[in-house]
């Protein structure tokens, strides 16, 4: 196409011409969730009868819920009729006027992360004129995507646009049954991404710039439904390395993938929502359901995650193997500094023969950061010669800090086999002396050892992500030691 | 260059180094020897500035300023280099990239730009020659799975790059055979420079055939016991540290003898 590279300055320099944000009126709906909330939420976004039923059976479903405790996190009860469910794109009246109403130690962040001026204004929530959206690349990719057949859009659209492809697939997965806060998610989602790869097409691009821009104002309740028809293949890059200012304390989003026959699915996360001050005040609840289906023959799906955002992270990308000889990976990095917890982990449920799974998972621990590796392997009687190879490493720094690891293997085939190695090390001090010996600070050996100790699942990073992912664990490690 | 003065040294409250003087001149290469727990590796690791040493008494002045008040990175920077007697292994890390990493950290601090991949790789291809090394090395995590050999020959690798003023090398003939012996000697030859100093920390005089001293000091009891020239490692070989030792301890007695006798 010959397009020239995209510079973020000429994007948000685009006055904000149309989007599905302009389909939504400006007041928002008031505190709190009933049955009428719902309806008003569903009104609101012009959905069809169908997203209506589900999200009042969902609802209905979760009034008979109880909020789960089972993880090794700790936080004040969250107050459920205390929260905004449904608001309309923030105003010019909200937030700071400008950068010099930001706290300093956010934009001391941008700085050292190398973010654009512009950019930072905008994560930093400014209200700024030129509204800062993603028409142009929307417009050039979706050319370009439009021509191989591939849906990208958000899901209000697809919802309108696409309503055959969402009714088919939506929840099965992840089923709005499934638990406490995927189905609060079900109830009230106000929006998200969707993706549709038809049979045999190959994404030709990572789908991530297009997201970045655009994940702006998904709200706390986001839902993704990516779908990767009969020997498609699509990687799909969600997050940001710039921590996001947000109010909403709750998060609580939805990741549906589905494989079909021969089809490949590369989803990397980059997760860095605002921690919490470094006496562990405010910061975000980011409890997320992620769960792939490899649902037929020869399919793969892999998750790659680095978290170091949010206050506490609950969150367990999941690979369900029905297919046979399909596979699922599981690639993580987990940072916690100061007051932060992490329960992150993976389940591969294997049903298909000879399916095959692999779980990486590096945990660090800084400050009086609890970091717990929770995972599930759990091998069907139908799971003929299925794999699975884990391992689970941990790495301190300090001495205040937490490491867990909670494996679970459940295995009903002879034939399985199963593997698990755990570590759990210190960054030695002769580590540190060692660098600084050769004249690198201690800050810069922390991170120069932690991204060492990361590095298998950096490599499972697109380029570009990954250097920025390592250059965020140097900065969200900062003050962890001395 | 480096100037201790009456260097008194505890480590966890137990006195290693007792009134310790040393000077090295630009140029100069110094042999420390002594035997084990005479407080050679302290004294090392005193100059790198390693956590757990504890200055209690006397001074260290390094190109005319205060040593002690330097972090471990600063004196790097200033031109000071401690060979490992046991290099750290650190996972993951590329050789190249901590190479890199000290390289261009020096070159900040003294206002050069940072030397780029390519640069950079031409300049290590050429010292890798010089200490015999597969550029295979280069790739591999800092150290691990290293054999002893490959371990000490990065140790020189990374002074070459580095080219201090001031090099420590503690125990660096230890655990290699006579052929890694011989590189790591040529590597360090090849250093040899009017306007860089060296101290070799070594327990045997082994080294020395290869790397000829302009200076041998004994450490023992926590202090210079005996002073001379490169003669006196051979001195030594033949009469072995108990020579020192007592002597030492019977010069120790006299003086205890005449402060005894002073007071009375």
């Not at chain 1, 975000?284 to 680095?306: H, L, M, P």
Request: some cysteine.
């Amino acid at each position: 196409m010959g397009k020239r590279p995209v510079q973020l300055d000429e994007l948000i320099s685009q006055e904000y011409r149309h989007g599905f944000y302009t389909t939504l009126d400006a007041d928002a709906v008031p505190r709190g969730l009933s049955e009428d909330v719902i309806r008003t939420i569903s009104a609101k976004k012009q959905e069809p009868a169908f997203m209506l039923e589900w999200r009042l059976k969902a609802f209905r479903h979760w009034l008979t819920m109880t909020e789960p405790h089972w993880a090794t996190v700790h936080h004040p009860p969250i107050d459920y009729q205390e929260i905004v469910y449904y608001s309309a794109p923030r105003g010019k009246a909200d937030g700071p006027k400008s950068l010099a109403e930001v706290d300093p130690e956010l934009l001391r962040t941008y700085e050292k992360l190398g973010v654009p001026l512009q950019e930072r204004e905008l994560l930093a929530g400014v209200a700024v004129d030129a509204v800062f959206d993603s028409v142009s690349v929307a417009t050039t990719f979706k050319e370009k995507l439009g021509e191989l057949g591939i849906i990208f859009c958000s899901f209000s659209e697809a919802v309108h646009n696409h309503p055959d492809l969402v009714q088919e697939y939506l929840g099965s997965v992840v089923p709005y049954t499934d638990n406490f806060f995927a189905t609060l998610n079900s109830a009230v989602f106000s929006d998200g991404s969707f993706c549709y790869i038809p049979p045999g097409v190959r994404c030709p691009m990572e789908l991530s710039t297009y997201f970045r821009i655009n994940a702006r104002n998904t709200g706390q309740f986001e839902r993704t439904l990516i779908i990767a028809d009969r020997g498609a293949y699509v990687s799909y890059l969600e997050g940001c390395t710039a921590p996001m200012r947000d109010e909403n304390q709750l998060h609580a989003a939805v990741v549906e993938l589905i494989a079909r026959e021969g089809a490949q699915i590369k989803y990397s996360t980059v997760q860095n929502w605002y921690p919490g001050d470094k006496d562990g005040k405010g910061g975000i609840y980011n409890f997320v359901t992620k769960r792939g289906d490899c649902r037929e023959a020869n399919s793969k799906i892999s998750w790659t995650q680095v978290e170091t955002g949010s206050a506490i992270t609950w969150k367990y990308p999941s690979v369900i193997l029905r297919g046979d000889n399909s596979v699922g990976e599981f690639h993580s990095v987990a940072l916690t500094n100061h007051w932060q917890q992490a329960d992150t982990g993976t389940k591969m449920i294997h049903l298909g023969r000879n399916t095959k799974s692999t779980i990486l998972s590096k945990g660090i621990s800084a400050g009086h950061g609890s970091n717990a590796y929770r995972g599930l392997v759990k091998v069907a009687k139908s799971a003929d010669g299925a794999r699975n190879y884990t391992q689970c490493d941990s790495l301190l720094l300090g001495d205040r800090c937490a490491a867990h690891t909670f494996p679970y293997i459940e295995v009903k085939n002879p034939t399985a086999r199963v593997e698990h190695e755990a570590s759990t090390s210190r960054i030695g001090e002769d580590q540190l002396f060692y660098c600084q010996s050769r004249g690198i600070s201690a800050e810069d050996a922390v991170s120069l050892i932690v991204s060492g100790f990361c590095k298998e699942v950096f490599r499972q990073l697109p380029m570009e992500f990954a250097v920025e992912a390592q250059k965020l664990l140097g900065v969200s490690l900062e003050g962890s030691i001395g | 260059m480096l100037e201790i003065r009456n260097l008194h040294v505890t480590v966890d409250d137990k006195p290693i180094l007792r009134g310790l003087d040393l000077e090295v001149r630009a140029g100069e290469v110094h042999a420390i020897m002594g035997p084990n727990g005479s407080g050679k590796s302290t004294l090392a690791h005193v100059l790198a500035g390693r956590e757990g040493y504890v200055v209690t008494q006397g001074e260290i002045r390094y190109m005319g300023r205060d040593l002690l008040a330097l972090a471990p990175e600063e004196r790097a920077r200033e031109g000071i280099f401690l060979a490992f007697q046991y290099p750290v292994e650190i996972p993951g890390v590329a050789n190249i990239y901590l190479l890199k990493a000290a390289l261009n950290a020096m070159r900040r601090h003294r206002g050069e730009s940072e030397l780029d991949a390519v640069d950079f790789l031409a300049l290590v291809k050429g010292k890798l020659k010089l200490m015999d090394m597969d550029e295979a090395l280069l790739y591999r995590a800092v150290n691990e799975g290293f054999s002893g050999g490959e371990k000490k020959r990065n140790e020189i690798l990374q002074m070459a790059v580095l080219e201090p003023r001031l090099a420590i090398l503690d125990e660096t003939d230890s655990g290699l055979d006579i052929d890694a012996l011989k590189v790591v000697a040529n590597g360090v030859n090849a250093m040899r420079s009017p306007e860089r100093a060296m101290i070799l920390v070594t327990h045997y005089q082994r080294l020395l055939d290869y790397i000829r001293p302009d200076r041998v000091h004994v450490l023992a009891l926590g202090r210079i016991a005996l002073s001379g020239g490169p003669d006196l490692a051979q001195d030594l070989e033949r009469r072995g540290y108990g020579w020192v030792e007592g002597w030492v301890q019977a010069e120790a007695q006299k003086r205890h003898a005449a402060s005894a006798g002073g007071a009375g």
